[in-house]
Structures are given as structure tokens and as C-alpha cells.
């Protein structure tokens, strides 16, 4: 019977027992809208600050900056539909929900590790200094490569400019690197559940109050009057469960180097996406010369394996990365490229299954040309 292997935890990771356990017991146990004053309401309101709280102590914010949305996309577009920006400065290797979230943004440009060019970043700075205020908007770690951003210099640039602010979409951040909000000293951050064993359709934006952001969803007044519309307080406490059940997935990193090592013994001409760079633990993205994404996709599939060839919000195709053409610029190399991610159930062995179909696929295809 043939097995098979999860590793495209980017796209969506299996849910925590600990998530599933909390949001079934929550939707028998817990009844009351959080915005009611009698004993139930308050109930609710209780279980989603103490989740609120969770979530702020682990990226280290005050509680009072967290939003909880609908999840990734949704805080995107908040914090950049949000405001009346002068100018919006986007990571070209941003997830399509903030990289499309506006007709016309100004896209930064990287270097061919991912890496945003920081004298370019300084330059666009001079260029526009003065007037109203501008959005620098990165995607860290990268969904498609791990590739982590320099956000200390970021923000050290930014700084040097009046009414500048940052957004950092770290949606897969959670359980693959500390992350400290204080500590980086940035305006807004996008935060998702379902990329670290949390349910789909919850997410956050945690905000500082001197971002000038106006309600995206208005109503009821819910998340002080940020968010409007009844919290999924289900959603919520399992996020919650998952918080506090998130493993350390460090170990990846060693099996990922050894994969990565493996296939670019048996194929030399491959290259690893953001090789140099500080990357996620747990984020492979390498070619396959001569070898179309979609074959590999398809082929591995047949195989057991869930892989895939870029961001999964781009569903229904496989096409070259908008992200991976804006570090090489040679499209023929570039849709050769295959993305690896492994998570929370991934087994070293699943890992050395997986490089031995990638390595038996490559000598396959080349075998027969």
C-alpha cells in the first residue's frame, strides 16, 4: 500500500490534537456572544482575551495590539487597504494576499538569495521622503523559500525617515523562529493560524496605536471597534490550545540541510533557493534542471508526496513563482522549482523517502531524453 507523506506544511499544517480538543469542547461547552453583559457572554469574553493574551506573550506585544481576524490574508489587507498611504514599498517576494492587495505598489527589489536590496530600499527612501505617510511592507520568513529577512535594518532605515512605518507578515513565523514584536520595533504584523497546527480562518494583526489605521470590518465594535463581527470564538480557543501545545521544530533544520546536501550531490546543477541566507527550519525550495515544477508535482504525487511549486493560494495551477522570478530571473531555471516543507508530524525518515523519489524522478526523466 503506498504511503503516504505530508511536506507542504507552508500551505497548511495538520491540526494539533490539542487545537481539536479544545475547539469541539468549546463549541459543546461555551455559549454566550462575548459582546453580552450577562454571565455567558462574559464567559466567552474571558476565553478569547485569555487566548489574546497567550498570542501576545509569545511574540512578546502588549495584548491590546493583537486583532484576531480571519486570518492571514485578511490582516494583509488591513494594514495595507487600511490607510491612506502615500506610498506602499512591497516585498516583490510577498504572499499574493499582500502583494495584490493594491493595484499599484511600488515593489523593492532583492537580491538572488530574496533578500530585500537594502540600498535600493534607502535610495526609494530619499526619493520619497516628506508628505504623507508610507507603508514598507516584507514577508518574513518567506512562505516559498524560509529566506528571513534583515528587518533590523529594515527598520533601522525606516526610522531615519519621519512618518515611516513597517509591516512585517510573519504568517510563517509561529513555532519555526522567535519572534518578538517589542523587540523589533515594528508598526504591524500579520500573524496566521493554520501554518503552525492552529484552524483555518483565524489569524491576527497585531497593531501599535501611532500606525494611522482605520476599522476594516465595521459593525458591532467587536476588537475595540478595529474589527467588527462576532469573534469565532471556536477557531479562537484552538488557536489558543495550539499556542500552547506549539513544538520546537528546530531538529528540521538538520534534516533539511542533509536533503538539501543529498540532492545537490546527485544533481550539481541544482541550485536552493535563499541557500545563504538565514532561512524557516523547515523550508526547502530547489530545481530540478531540465525538469518542469508541474511534472515534479504530479510525479511526486503518484509517489505519495504533497509538495508544491509555490504559494497555495495560487490553487488550481502550477505555474512559474512570481517569487522565485524575482530572485532568478532565468524563467527557464526558475520553473523547475519544487518547495519542501515539513512540520510538526514529519519523521527524519519521511525526509530520506522523499530525497530518494526526488533522486529516482530526476534520473527518470533525464534517463529518457
Not at 506544511?9 to 494539533?16: D, G, K, S
Not at 470564538?233 to 495550539?242: D, F, L, N, T
Not at 540532492?263 to 523547515?282: D, I, M, Q, T, Y
Not at 523550508?283 to 503518484?302: C, E, F, Y
Request: net charge neutral.
Amino acid at each position: 500500500m503506498l504511503k503516504r507523506i505530508y511536506l507542504d506544511y507552508n500551505a497548511t499544517a495538520p491540526i494539533l490534537p490539542a487545537c481539536i480538543e479544545a475547539m469541539n469542547k468549546t463549541m459543546v461547552e461555551v455559549l454566550g456572544n462575548s459582546s453580552s453583559v450577562h454571565h455567558w457572554g462574559q464567559g466567552t469574553r474571558r476565553l478569547i482575551e485569555s487566548s489574546r493574551q497567550v498570542l501576545a506573550e509569545i511574540i512578546n506585544a502588549h495584548p491590546d495590539h493583537v486583532i484576531f481576524t480571519s486570518g492571514g490574508t485578511e490582516s494583509n489587507n488591513h494594514v495595507l487597504r487600511g490607510a491612506a498611504w502615500r506610498k506602499v514599498l512591497i516585498d516583490p517576494t510577498a504572499h499574493d494576499s499582500a502583494f495584490k492587495a493594491l493595484e499599484h505598489p511600488e515593489a523593492l527589489s532583492v537580491t538572488k538569495g530574496g533578500l530585500i536590496d537594502l540600498f535600493d530600499l534607502h535610495k526609494r527612501m530619499v526619493d520619497s521622503s516628506g508628505g504623507q505617510p508610507i507603508l514598507i511592507s516584507i514577508n518574513s520568513p518567506n512562505n516559498e523559500t524560509g529566506v528571513i529577512q534583515p528587518i533590523e535594518q529594515i527598520v533601522q532605515i525606516a526610522r531615519s525617515f519621519a512618518n515611516v512605518f513597517v509591516h512585517v507578515d510573519a504568517s510563517q513565523g509561529l513555532g519555526k523562529l522567535p519572534i518578538s514584536f517589542r523587540d523589533l520595533d515594528i508598526d504591524a504584523m500579520t500573524l496566521c493560524a493554520h501554518k503552525m497546527g492552529g484552524p483555518q480562518g483565524i489569524g491576527a494583526l497585531v497593531v501599535r496605536e501611532t500606525i494611522p489605521l482605520q476599522s476594516f470590518m465595521r459593525g458591532g465594535g467587536q476588537e475595540k471597534s478595529r474589527r467588527s463581527g462576532s469573534e469565532n470564538v471556536a477557531a479562537i480557543a484552538g488557536w489558543k490550545a495550539a499556542l500552547e501545545a506549539m513544538p520546537n521544530l528546530e531538529h528540521l533544520r538538520t534534516w533539511h540541510h542533509k536533503m538539501e546536501a543529498t540532492l545537490k550531490k546527485a544533481s550539481p546543477a541544482s541550485l536552493v533557493f535563499g541557500e545563504n541566507a538565514a532561512r524557516a527550519c523547515n523550508t526547502t525550495n530547489i530545481t530540478m534542471p531540465g525538469v518542469p515544477n508541474h511534472t515534479q508535482v504530479m510525479s511526486l504525487d503518484l509517489a505519495g508526496f504533497a509538495v508544491s511549486a509555490g504559494s497555495a493560494c495560487s490553487s488550481g495551477k502550477v505555474s512559474v513563482s512570481r517569487v522565485i522570478k524575482s530572485m532568478m530571473p532565468d524563467e527557464e531555471v526558475a520553473q523547475t522549482a519544487l518547495r519542501i516543507s515539513s512540520g510538526w508530524q514529519t519523521t527524519q525518515d519521511d525526509l530520506e523517502r522523499f530525497t530518494e523519489s526526488w533522486i529516482n524522478l530526476l534520473n527518470q526523466t533525464h534517463s529518457r531524453k
